[in-house]
Each structure stands twice: as C-alpha cells, then as structure tokens.
C-alpha cells in the first residue's frame, strides 16, 4: 500500500525531473509507504540514475524503492533487476506522462505486484 499524497509527491518528483530519471527510498511504516528518502549524492540523467547507496542511513523503515522512467515504459530494464535485487521489498516505477495509471511495481525479482494506494 501507498499513502495517496506520497503517490501525488512522487509523480510530481517525476515531472520535475523529466527528462531525467530521479530515483528514492520508501519508507514504510505499518504495511503502508509513507514517505521517500531522495538517494544521496545523486546523479539524474535522461538514461540512468547514480547514487551512492553508502551513504544511505541505517533504516529499518526503508522497505522499497521508487524510480522514474522519462520513457513510457515502465518495465523494468536489466539495470533495474541488478538494482532491485539489491534491496528487498517492492520497487515502484514511474512511467511518462507520469499519471497515477504509469505507476508500476515489482518485486526484487521484477515479478509485478498490485499495490493499493490509501488516504
């Protein structure tokens, strides 16, 4: 589940960005994504987005991850399955025309998952 104001934030992120990709944390609390960490030490170009995961604080809370696509697809390339299987958790992709219908999710292993977005 996701908080629909971190999804509303999150498209809004993606249009800002665009061309660029950007690229974040999820933090969860109680089954729900509540917030995103913006990935330190950035690099967010039209293809890829860099970041030094080091830096990231120890947080237990951080249970996804979020990234946005300036394409409209939001299928996870092979760079996306080596970053996702680094993280556990659902990894979100934002898609253009970045509308709440691009927003796809996957696991670790790019298999899809439904998510529900609540108040």
Known sequence: MI???LLEYLLELSRDFYPNEFAGFLRERNGVFEEVLLAPNPH?????AFFD??????DESIKGTVHSHPSPSPVPSKA??????KFGGVHFIIA????????????????????????
């Open 44 to 48: 967010f170009g039209s293809r890829a």
């Open 53 to 58: 995961t080091w830096m990231l604080p120890m």
């Open 3 to 5: 908080r629909k104001e």
């Open 96 to 119: 253009y025309p970045f509308e709440p219908f691009s927003v796809k999710a996957y696991l670790s292993d790019g298999t899809p998952v439904r998510f529900k977005v609540v108040p």
């Open 80 to 85: 996306d399955l080596h970053f996702f299987s």
